[in-house]
């Protein structure tokens, strides 16, 4: 792994001021996301580290501000973000946001960024709007309109150099993502059902005789082996995307296929705990095998440095 002020010069970054910029967001997503981070510094060529980090750190900041707190705070929070955020990146002055200096200096070097930021922020008020779905074509909206540019934010570094491709990566991105977020609705549901809304439509939570309220709380044997049912349900179709994704790696050019390859590999991992977990999840997320994530990155690093040989 190259040290942290080499990958900044890599990336053609010299300025102290901005180096400093840099360094704060790597921080940042060092610790909110320790396994992509990882997978970032290990497995991705060295001009992309900064840029990348910088756009996941803006990715986070941005559904910090709108994820929890009453309605109308996180519509003027999501107001307030995006105003700043055009002002940045359309200057000239420096904005007094570190995330946002970085973030325009990324965009001012890669100028495809913009239309993903726009994209990403015109779809945040699903976010903030969100209480839950009734049905699955709203699921459906939340992961086109938000999941998406949100995932695209990072993804969009790796899209293929020929215009030919990028139909073919655009639609094993949306099937990745929507693998994750349905079980990242999974995984959070015990933390989601305390707070009175969670990721799972109403309309499949009929289906099996449950409700929001029945998942709050120790939940009895009956309402855990029908949750243990519609975990695995929702698994398949969470699976049935992960393998629309498959062919993702091939997709994209050779320097990004380790990078590419380990995040499906570790959506994988993440999918089995989940099913595995089933009902248990009632009690809290599933736990991934540190070990499994370990030997992931290990090979598509030994695979990265044999690309770079």
Known sequence: MPTWKSTLS???????DLRDDYTQQRSLVRAFARKEYLAVRLLLPAALHAPVIAAVAFMHATDDRIDTGATHARKHALASWTAATTTALDGPAPSDSATLRALAHTASRHPSLRQRIDLFLGGAHLEVDYFGFTRERELQAYVDGYSLPAFMLMAGFMAPSHAEGQPAFDAACRALIESMQRVDFLDDVAEDAASGAIG????????????????VGPP???VRRAFTELVHEQAELAQE????????????EPPVRPFVTALWQLQNLKLAAVRRAGGALLDGGADVPMPAVLRILLRQYRAARRGRA
């Open 241 to 252: 995307q992960l393998e629309a994704a498959a062919g993702l790696p091939q997709l994209v």
């Open 200 to 215: 799972i439509p109403a309309q499949d939570l009929e289906r099996h005789q449950l409700t929001l309220a029945d998942l």
């Open 220 to 222: 009895s044997d009956a």
């Open 10 to 16: 890599a990336a053609g970054i010299y300025r102290p």
